[in-house]
């Protein structure tokens, strides 16, 4: 008989995600969470930080001159599918990677809304991102009105099925659920509505990728906050979170990062 293969849960990773907010000025907030993150508090899980693309180089040399590099990771917030081109206003992977971020998110739902971001899209941007050795963070959710008809599963399935390339791994991928809903009204899914969802994504990542399905990362998006932090943190396949308007200010960053202190 032979033994079953245990897998451990995926480390946790706590990203923020700053949206299109915060100048220089903004980089107080930064210095004071690597103080914390490089002071006593222990933290289980990784950090990161994906502010504006105006920032990623600042933010960078303010943590190599605080030596906090393995502390906080940045990450950009988009980027387009083509290495290079005549593409006004958009930002290569290759970009970012120069800019020293290690990650960037990909199909967020503000994305998909306000530029038609469509999975085809967010697929070919996923390539990209990990043909310049990036990691790929890939939102997936459903409106209200998705939710209210039942079509959750049936949403984020078709959304995970088409934004994910092959060539995916738990190294170099991490999904994000984000009902649409939630994100910046305040509004939270129940524990029991997070819990169905996260384990319906981790169900079909190990049905395409096996083992490697199993071990990446699943976070949750939508409003998340000191409050409320732990108890969803709690949930299962949940492995973390993609923090919104509560990554802007270290001290409420600081209180979801507390949901994993040891």
């Not at 990773?13 to 220089?24: D, E, H, R």
């Not at 950090?47 to 303010?62: F, N, R, S």
């Not at 008809?149 to 994910?164: A, P, Y």
Request: hydrophobic content about 40%.
């Amino acid at each position: 008989m032979s033994a079953q293969k245990t897998i451990k849960a995926p480390r946790p990773l706590i990203a923020g995600n700053w949206k299109m907010n915060g100048t220089p000025a903004d980089l107080k907030q930064i210095r004071a969470l690597i103080a914390k993150l490089s002071g006593k508090s222990r933290y289980a899980c990784d950090t990161m930080i994906c502010p504006p693309a105006t920032l990623l180089a600042p933010m960078a040399e303010l943590r190599a001159k605080m030596k906090a590099s393995r502390q906080l990771a940045l990450g950009g917030q988009d980027c387009h599918a083509n290495a290079s081109g005549a593409h006004t206003g958009d930002i290569s992977a290759d970009m970012l990677k120069q800019a020293k971020a290690s990650a960037v998110i990909l199909g967020h739902s503000e994305r998909r809304s306000d530029h038609g971001e469509t999975d085809k899209i967010v697929k070919a941007k996923v390539e990209a991102a990990l043909k310049a050795g990036l990691s790929a963070i890939i939102c997936v959710g459903e409106s209200l009105k998705e939710r209210k008809s039942g079509d959750t599963l049936k949403v984020v399935g078709k959304q995970l099925r088409g934004s994910l390339p092959d060539g995916c791994t738990s190294a170099n991928t991490v999904i994000a659920y984000e009902p649409v809903w939630a994100i910046g009204s305040g509004l939270t899914p129940t524990t029991e509505q997070v819990a169905q969802v996260h384990l319906a994504l981790r169900k079909a990542l190990v049905r395409r990728f096996g083992d490697e399905g199993s071990n990446m990362r699943i976070l949750y998006g939508g409003s998340v906050k000191p409050s409320n932090a732990q108890e969803l943190m709690a949930v299962p396949h949940v492995n973390g979170a993609l923090v919104g308007g509560a990554s802007l200010k270290a001290n409420d960053f600081l209180g979801i990062l507390a949901a994993y202190k040891q």
